[in-house]
Structure formats: structure tokens, C-alpha cells
């Protein structure tokens, strides 16, 4: 498969459990909502205000704290570029905790900054102490992640004020793209922190990863940059009327939540029956430790299971991630799991 095409290639049929998505799809309202679609909805360029209001509302934040970006992705290059390429800053540095999220790095380079990457701690417990070494006064982003992707670890609330206030030349962009599915959010302490951003994905808890719709949500001091350069027209119209759809399902959420925690410990058990090593997660995936994953990864494609390969992180080797959605899903993946180990055995 060629790897030029846009996008990341398709896994064929089977499970898609490697990129974290909700395994259920979305709300039945969304498609309702996407049906009563008019001619004149998709001719027009598309209006933001009800959106943005309904987020704020939803998030408990001033509307002016509010920029929906095109998924959380251009959510954190936009940050990058407002807040470094824009100001022309040739010897910035970005923060970046490890095992992280590939598009941190990316946008570092990007926008021609130094990515400080911090090793993890044995465990992956939150490396705080060396995130706090790594501040210099080049130092204008730290991406903080929480719950991590690919661990699933959290980083106590306290921690993250301890680093906001211990940089506050820098902008940190709190990533809470898992956040629905355990943990407690940032926001609540926004209001004391002008250099902070909160990101958060609809792609993830709400079923909307085709529709492309993110949030980030910060100061006027922290957003302003980010908004000067994010294109007045980021999101579609089809998108927002989802958007709008999702936040009115008010039982979607909890709902898939809780499948999300009872899959997560049929997994938990399931691997400590299989004698796999795992790690705990707050998110809706579990990172699992196979030994060599290559083989083991088509093992599972073959029982049509796709799950993420992890063992090319230098701070993940032999891992593997697989999301946990739906109990029949994650049923689905741990019998395709037991097989495969007893075909090693
Ligand atoms: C940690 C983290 N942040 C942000 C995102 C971006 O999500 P999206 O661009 O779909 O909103 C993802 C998606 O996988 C993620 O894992």
C-alpha cells in the first residue's frame, strides 16, 4: 500500500480498534439532525455563533474562551503557529513528555521550534520533576496530556498547576482529547491560568472523529494568537449541525462511558489471565505489552482485530494499544487476543 495517499490506509474490514474511536458510532440524534440538512445549509458559508455558544454553555466557559478547530489536530498546529511561528520566534522550544501524541512534534517542527522531549517515568507515572527541569526561558509551549496517549496515565491536577505556573513566558496546552472517559478536567481552574489552552476532541466520547470537530479553549492572552491564525471558515456546516446534535444527546455520553469502563476490566482481566503486562488507563484504549508486535498485530488483523502498534516509541517497546468501546467489541478483541497467545503457547 502506498503510503503518498492522504490519510492513514484503511485496515480492510474487521474491528477498528487502533485509532480510538467510539466503536458504537454516534448519536442517533446526529444523523437525524445531519438528514434535515437543507440545500441552502451546504450553499452558504457556514455560521459558528450557535455553536460556539452552545460549547460554552456545555463547557461552562465565556464564549470568547471559545475556538472550534478542525479536530483537536488543528487545534494544536494552530497553537504552535500563533503562538511561535507567528511571533517569528527562531530559538523557541516546546515541552514535549513522553511517550506523547505524534502531532506534538509535528507541529514543533513545523513552526521550527526544538522539541525538548522528557523520558517517562519507570511505570509512566507523570515525569512532573523533569518537565519542571526542562523550562527555559525559550520555552513557549508544553504539550501536557491527560489522560495520556498511548499509557492512558493521568496527570494529577496539581501537577498541571504546578508546571502552568512555573512557566508563565509559555503557553500549555492541556490535551484533554480522553478526558470524558476518566479524570478531572482543567477547566475549572482556567480561569487563574491567562497561559493555558484546555484542547478537547468531540471525535472520541461523542462519535464525531469523520465530522472533524475540536475545541480549544483558553484566555483571550492564550486564545487570541491561536485565533489570528485559524481560517475564518475551519469547519464545516455539516459538522457544526452534528456538533450541535451531540451536545442535546445528554444520555450518549455517560452511556458509552460506562461501556467504555466495564471493557476496559474485562481487558485488564483477560490479560492477566494471558500473562500480557498492562497499564491501567483513564482513556478509552489500553496499552498492552505482546513482545515482539509485528507478528502479533497480524495475528489479531487475521481474526479481523486492528489495533495500534506502539513498539516503534522507543519509550513503548513491545506494546501494543487497543481501544475499548463497546462490550461485544472488546469481547471480540479478547477472544482474538486468547487465540493468538494460544497459538504462541
Ligand atoms: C491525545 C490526542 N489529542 C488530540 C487528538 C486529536 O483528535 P481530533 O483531531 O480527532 O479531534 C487525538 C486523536 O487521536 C489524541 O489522541
Known amino acids: 500500500m502506498t503510503t503518498r495517499l492522504q490519510g492513514y490506509p484503511s485496515p480492510g474490514d474487521g474491528l ?38 452552545a460549547c460554552a454553555r456545555h463547557f461552562n466557559v465565556d464564549p470568547e474562551w471559545v475556538l472550534l478547530t478542525n ?11 500563533g503562538h511561535i511561528a507567528r ?25 521550527g ?10 511505570g509512566y507515572r507523570f515525569q512532573t520533576e523533569a518537565v519542571l527541569q526542562a523550562i527555559t526561558p525559550r520555552t513557549r509551549m508544553i504539550f501536557l496530556n491527560t489522560p495520556n496517549n498511548p499509557t492512558g496515565q493521568l496527570i494529577p491536577i496539581e501537577d498541571l498547576i504546578h508546571i502552568s505556573t512555573a512557566a508563565p513566558h509559555a503557553v500549555v496546552l492541556i ?9 478531572t478536567t482543567f477547566l475549572p481552574e482556567l480561569a487563574r491560568f491567562p497561559n493555558v489552552l484546555v484542547g478537547r476532541t468531540f471525535s472520541k466520547a461523542y462519535g464525531l472523529a469523520g465530522m472533524r470537530v475540536g475545541i480549544v479553549i483558553g484566555q483571550p492572552q492564550a486564545l487570541d494568537p491561536v485565533r489570528a491564525v485559524t481560517l475564518p471558515f475551519n469547519i464545516n456546516g455539516v459538522a457544526l449541525t452534528a456538533l450541535l446534535a ?13 461501556q467504555v469502563a466495564e471493557s476496559r476490566e474485562r481487558l485488564y482481566v483477560a490479560c492477566r489471565r494471558l500473562g500480557l503486562e498492562y497499564w491501567e488507563s483513564a482513556a ?18 487475521a481474526r479481523k482485530v486492528h489495533v495500534r502498534d506502539r513498539s516503534k516509541d522507543a519509550t513503548t517497546p513491545g506494546c501494543i494499544r487497543i481501544t475499548t468501546g463497546m462490550l461485544e467489541h472488546t469481547d471480540a478483541a479478547i477472544e482474538a487476543l486468547e487465540s493468538v497467545m494460544a497459538g504462541r503457547s
Open 87 to 111: 511571533r517569528r520566534l527562531h530559538d523557541a522550544e516546546t515541552i514535549i513528555p513522553l511517550p506523547a501524541f505524534d502531532p506534538y512534534p509535528n507541529a514543533t517542527e513545523a513552526v
Open 246 to 258: 451531540a451536545l442535546e444527546d445528554e444520555d450518549f455520553l455517560p452511556r458509552y462511558a460506562a
Open 71 to 81: 479536530g483537536l489536530d488543528e487545534g494544536i498546529l494552530m497553537a504552535a503557529i
Open 284 to 301: 478509552n484504549f489500553v496499552m498492552v505489552r505482546v513482545g515482539e508486535t509485528t507478528p502479533f498485530i497480524e495475528a489479531l488483523a
Open 113 to 122: 521550534a526544538t522539541a525538548v522531549k522528557v523520558r517517562p517515568e519507570p
Open 16 to 53: 477498528r480498534l487502533h485509532l480510538n474511536e467510539n466503536t458504537g458510532g454516534c448519536s442517533p440524534r446526529v444523523l437525524e439532525a445531519i438528514r434535515r440538512v437543507q440545500p441552502s445549509d451546504v450553499s452558504t458559508y457556514p455560521q459558528y455563533r450557535e455553536a460556539v455558544t
Open 175 to 183: 490535551d484533554e482529547a480522553y478526558i470524558e472517559f476518566g479524570g
